[in-house]
């Protein structure tokens, strides 16, 4: 197990953290073929400190969401294992993780059932793990209600009366009401308009100092990870590529992956032009991975080790990263 680089001094086992864990699936590519391991996360070492954000980034079909399902406990690790407080989340019940560990996912309309009132919906956990009098429910509704900024009017509304941001509103009070300590955000504002995901990237930073929660932010939005961000874990193809302070990342990339996603985010100054991408071809085949690092078919700076030899690791003093060229 390698040193991990934390944000914040440790005085308790970290909130969450991944001890080499990875998730093979087996997929059949045709009728009469034969079933292909698909090493969706491999290896991955992590850990978030309490009251953190951790943004956990990449291009689609990296790993992101996969290592957020084990997270919150709905998916088992193919090896290693996941601590929650210091403790496997294997030996705990799914309903004991649901009272620490909730997930805000990305469409608030599909995560959300139509046929239930927006009070229904939100006392739904209470209920499931019977919580509370029909009372003290209703009482607590109201109160994560009126803590993610729903009027109380809409008690009695169904999702597709609400507006997306009102929707993703309702979902977060739900994730809430069982007062868990950690929240997992899968792309919680990449189905919103753009003049919405401030208020929503707004209103999970105050309901993180009200609330001392702490935050795994799945997202592909870098502009977004800058503004909430403590550290960041950058994946490639089911590996973990570079992992340090968001500060650190932000200012001074190490890992070429990385420099090429930050190269790539829109900025507001038209005289800029539109970022010139330097990844050259698409992702490489996840069941047929390229020899070597996983990257080198796309990097620029790729030299013949690369070619060859799976890079590890490394500690380079302020962050990890998986180089040759470090």
Request: net charge positive; with cysteine.
């Amino acid at each position: 197990m390698k040193d991990q680089i934390s944000s914040s001094p440790e005085k308790l086992p970290p909130a969450l953290e991944c001890r080499d864990v990875g998730r093979t699936f087996m997929i059949k590519r045709g009728m009469f073929a034969q079933k292909q391991p698909l090493k969706a996360v491999q290896d991955i070492n992590l850990k978030i400190n309490r009251g953190d954000v951790l943004a956990i980034v990449g291009e689609s079909g990296c790993g992101k969401t996969t290592l957020a399902q084990m997270l919150l406990g709905l998916l088992q690790p193919t090896n290693g294992e996941i601590l929650l407080d210091g403790q496997p989340i294997n030996s705990i019940s799914i309903k004991e993780i649901a009272t620490k560990v909730q997930p805000v996912f990305q469409d608030p309309y599909s995560s959300l059932n139509p046929r239930k009132t927006i009070e229904q919906i939100i006392l739904l956990p209470l209920i499931v793990h019977k919580i509370g009098t029909v009372k003290d429910r209703r009482e607590r509704v109201e109160k994560y209600m009126r803590l993610v900024g729903l009027p109380k009017r809409l008690v009695h509304s169904y999702p597709n009366q609400l507006s997306g941001g009102q929707r993703q509103r309702v979902a977060i009070a739900r994730a809430l009401i069982m007062e868990p300590k950690i929240v997992v955000c899968d792309e919680p504002t990449s189905a919103l308009d753009v003049s919405v995901q401030a208020h929503i990237l707004n209103l999970l930073q105050d309901l993180r100092t009200k609330l001392d929660l702490t935050y795994a932010f799945i997202s592909h939005d870098l502009a977004v990870v800058e503004h909430l961000a403590d550290s960041v874990a950058v994946m490639y193809l089911g590996r973990l590529i570079e992992f340090g302070k968001a500060a650190d990342i932000f200012s001074n990339p190490q890992h070429p992956y990385t420099r090429a996603l930050l190269d790539s985010v829109l900025t507001p100054d038209p005289s800029l032009g539109l970022p010139k991408i330097t990844l050259g071809k698409g992702l490489p085949n996840p069941l047929s991975p390229p020899s070597g690092c996983y990257f080198h078919p796309r990097c620029p700076e790729a030299t013949e080790e690369c070619h060859q030899h799976t890079p590890v690791l490394k500690d380079t003093g302020e962050r990890l990263v998986e180089c040759h060229l470090h």
